[in-house]
C-alpha cells in the first residue's frame, strides 16, 4: 500500500508541477497560458492528498495519540489497539459507503476546460479509506496472531 501512495504522489505532484511551468512559462512567453492547467489540480490534488493519508497509515506515521496504550500494560494495550483497528475500519467501511451518492453523481459533472469528469477526483475517497481501511484490518490480525507490541524502547515511550 505504501508504494502505491509513493506512485500516486510522484506521479500527481510531477503532473501539476510540469502543467503549472508550462502555464507560467507560456504565459511569460507567449502571453497566454494553458486553459486547463487550472483545472488539472481539481483532479490531482486529491489523489495527492489520498496518497499522503496512505503513506501515512502504511507507516503508522498518521495523527495518534498513543500515550494511553503506551501506559498500559501489555493486555490491556492489545484490547486498545484493537478497538482503535477495528473502529478505524468501521468509519473506512462507512465513508466509503456514504460516499456512493457523490461517486454516481460526480459520473455526470464535467471540468469545463478538460471535459474530464470530476468522478476522477472524487474516486480518490475510495482509495484513500480503502487503504486506511486495508491497513487497519491488516494491523488487526496483525495484533490477533502476534499479540501487542512490546513498548520499553525510551524513545517511544519518552513523554518529552
Known amino acids: 500500500m505504501e508504494w502505491s501512495g509513493k506512485i500516486i504522489a510522484v506521479a500527481t505532484l510531477s503532473v501539476m508541477f510540469v502543467a503549472l511551468f508550462m502555464n507560467v512559462v507560456l504565459r511569460y512567453a507567449a502571453g497566454s497560458g494553458i486553459p486547463w492547467a487550472y483545472e488539472i489540480h481539481a483532479v ?14 502504511a507507516r503508522g506515521r498518521n495523527i495518534a495519540i498513543d500515550l494511553l496504550p503506551a501506559m498500559m500494560p501489555p493486555p490491556a494495550r492489545l484490547v486498545i489497539l484493537l478497538l482503535v483497528n477495528v473502529v478505524i475500519v468501521i468509519i473506512a467501511v ?23 469528469k470530476q468522478i476522477w477526483g472524487y474516486s480518490s475517497l475510495i482509495y484513500a479509506f480503502g487503504g486506511m481501511g486495508m491497513i487497519a ?11 501487542a507490541p512490546d513498548d520499553n524502547d525510551p524513545a517511544n515511550t519518552s513523554l518529552s
Open 44 to 57: 490531482l490534488l486529491p489523489w495527492l492528498v489520498a496518497a499522503g493519508i496512505v503513506i501515512a497509515a
Open 137 to 147: 484490518a491488516l494491523n488487526t490480525m496483525s495484533l490477533l496472531f502476534a499479540g
Open 94 to 116: 462507512s465513508v466509503m459507503w456514504s460516499s456512493q451518492p457523490i461517486l454516481k453523481a460526480s459520473q455526470f459533472q464535467r471540468l469545463s476546460t478538460l471535459g474530464i
